[in-house]
């Protein structure tokens, strides 16, 4: 089994700390090679340039891959499935023009020109509304097309805002919310590995807004602990040796925390520990 994963730029490191973190610990050589093997002897990284990934998924070169969804959009690949959202490289691909100027509306650029990273998505984009424009592909600084009269408007990922506003350029429409993904290609789908990846990385995400709670309660109390603990699948008790007390452990989504912990210890609990989970498979 082979993911291709992005080898360099923002989505790389972030890629690997997932995999080490799934279990799937890329093990470390030279920065630049091609290949690399995990911990997993039966599964191997390729790296390649985030654009190029769903390309090499639908080829063949790889049989799963992580990277944007915008670049698997642009590829137009038809035989590569999604199976998961990674939950980071969040952006949206927008429409923009200079904010000083006449275009507020996508049908405003009839017979325009308008400059991206993106000439696919952006061609889809125009030809759904039925609007006919002139694209241009451009390989960087799309944002200075409109002000060297290269393009009227640009299609372009933005996420915080400010190469936008730092270019006097507002946004006139949205055209693709993305964020990473894993994906595999239809014809290994089925294959049991392709299960076990999508489970591992699965069970990180799973754990990421999780937390572990322990804690130490009178078998008395334990009823009431139980109500402020209803868990996946309730908690699991277990007899304190020589003591008329039974230790409790439960997960705990990650925003309740704070108030169970209140409401434990109002109920009698003791030596209450939280800690993170790594990996959570239900
Ligand atoms: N500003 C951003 N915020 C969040 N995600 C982004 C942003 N820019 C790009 N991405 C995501 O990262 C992917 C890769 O971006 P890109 O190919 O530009 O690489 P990079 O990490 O910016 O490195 P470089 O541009 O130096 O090659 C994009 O397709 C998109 O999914
Ligand atoms: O809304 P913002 O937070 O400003 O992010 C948007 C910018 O981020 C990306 O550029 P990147 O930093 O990857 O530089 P690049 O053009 O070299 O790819 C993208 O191409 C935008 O220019
Ligand atoms: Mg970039």
Redesign the pocket.
């Known amino acids: 089994m082979k993911i291709a994963v ?1 080898n ?4 790389h490191e972030p890629t690997l700390e997932l995999l080490d973190r799934a279990g799937l610990a890329v093990e470390s050589g030279a920065d630049r090679q091609l290949y690399a093997n995990t911990v997993d002897p039966d599964v191997t990284v390729l790296f390649a ?3 190029d990934i769903p390309e090499y998924v639908a080829d063949g070169a790889a049989d799963m891959g992580i ?5 698997h959009r642009e590829s137009r690949v038809e035989n590569v499935d999604d199976l998961l959202d990674l939950g980071f ?3 949206r691909l927008v429409l923009a023009a200079p904010e000083d100027g006449d275009i507020t509306d996508p049908g405003d650029l009839a017979g325009a020109t308008v400059a991206t990273e993106f000439p696919n998505v952006t061609a889809d984009y125009f030809a759904a509304k039925g609007i006919d424009v002139e694209v241009v592909e451009v390989t ?1 600084a799309t944002e200075l097309t409109p002000h060297v009269e290269m393009a009227d408007a640009i299609v372009d ?1 933005t ?1 915080t805002g400010t190469t936008l506003r730092v270019n006097r350029l507002a946004v006139v429409d949205d055209v693709l919310d ?1 964020s ?1 993904r894993l994906f595999a290609r239809n014809d290994v789908a089925d294959d049991p590995k392709v299960g076990q990846v999508e489970t591992a990385l699965g069970s990180v995400l799973a754990a990421n807004d999780k937390r572990y709670v322990m804690l130490n309660v009178p078998e008395s109390e334990l009823d009431a602990v139980e109500d402020v603990l209803p868990g996946m699948g309730g908690p699991t008790v277990m007899d304190v040796e020589g003591e008329d007390a039974v230790a409790v452990h439960a997960v705990v989504d990650e925003r309740d925390v704070f108030a169970t912990v209140s409401e434990l210890k109002a109920v009698g609990a003791s030596d209450i520990l939280v800690t993170e989970i790594e990996r959570l498979v239900e």
Do not use: E, F, H, W
Request: charged share 20%.
């Open positions: 992005p360099k730029g923002r989505l340039r985030a654009a990277t944007g969804y915008d670049q490289g969040s952006c960087g990922i996420s993305s990473v």
